[in-house]
């Protein structure tokens, strides 16, 4: 079966500019994860979905960041205003549920580089 | 705040050797998993070992195993017989059921096996 594919695998847009990156989970998985790896350093959470609702966003940096699920399967992040510190690649990762049984299985991330 | 050290950026192993990644963490939880991850170049998390606090047995997956120490908060990678794919960078992570499983994630050890 497919995995979690995230589009584009690369973004690069101007400071200012808004971006969308989207993440298909692996079909019936209900929680969705987003992760931020700056380079050199391990990820590090963003924000996570149970089913369509944001169940914790504390890893969001700002205000300029958003992200939604509206039907509880794709997820979209988007990034407004950008700036070069948004520089990284995110990934999303998506699991049958949240019990410490239920493995993450990550996409190849999107790499967003802001000039 | 949970926290996950890897003291060790980048650590080197013959061929058909054996090499061992350090990880120590710091938690006041007691329900929690620690995960090993290995990223490849092409950016592709993959799951290569995961151990659940309250088993004493340390887990082990072919020629990947964990040393866990749990009042020393330590959790160690041993990779027998190095082959030349294991070449990535290794994370150590850790998550906790309370928290909706969101990893929290080392800065990474890179390892390189040489022919």
């Known amino acids: 079966g497919a995995g979690v594919s995230q589009t584009p695998s690369n973004k690069v847009t101007e400071k200012g500019k808004y971006v969308e990156l989207r993440c298909d989970p692996i079909?019936?998985?209900?929680?969705l994860y987003w992760y931020r790896q700056s380079l050199g350093q391990g990820p590090e959470f963003l924000i996570y979905?149970?089913?369509?609702?944001?169940?914790?966003d504390s890893g969001l940096p700002n205000d300029r960041f958003f992200a939604v699920r509206p039907e509880g399967s794709v997820s979209t992040l988007k990034i407004q205003r950008t700036e070069r510190g948004d520089s990284a690649v995110y990934l999303c990762?998506?699991?049958?549920?949240?019990?410490?049984?239920?493995?993450?299985?990550f996409g190849p991330g999107t790499r967003l580089t802001v000039l | 705040a949970q926290t996950v050290t890897q003291s060790q950026p980048e650590m080197s192993v013959q061929e058909a050797e054996t090499v061992t990644l350090s990880c120590t963490y710091d938690?006041?939880?007691?329900?929690?998993?620690l995960f090993w991850y290995k990223q490849p170049p092409s950016r592709q998390m993959i799951l290569v070992i995961r151990?659940?606090?309250?088993?004493?047995q340390n887990a082990t997956e072919n020629r990947f195993s964990v040393n866990f120490q749990k009042a020393a908060k330590s959790f160690s990678l041993k990779i027998s017989d190095s082959q030349l794919g294991d070449a990535a960078m290794y994370f150590c992570?850790?998550?906790?059921?309370?928290?909706?499983?969101?990893?929290?994630f080392g800065a990474g050890t890179i390892l390189r096996v040489k022919s």
């Open positions: 938690t006041s939880e007691s329900d929690y998993y």
């Open positions: 992570a850790s998550a906790y059921m309370e928290y909706g499983n969101k990893l929290v």
């Open positions: 979905f149970q089913g369509t609702g944001a169940a914790d």
């Open positions: 079909s019936g998985h209900t929680a």
């Open positions: 151990q659940e606090a309250y088993k004493q």
């Open positions: 990762a998506s699991s049958p549920g949240t019990s410490g049984d239920d493995e993450q299985f």
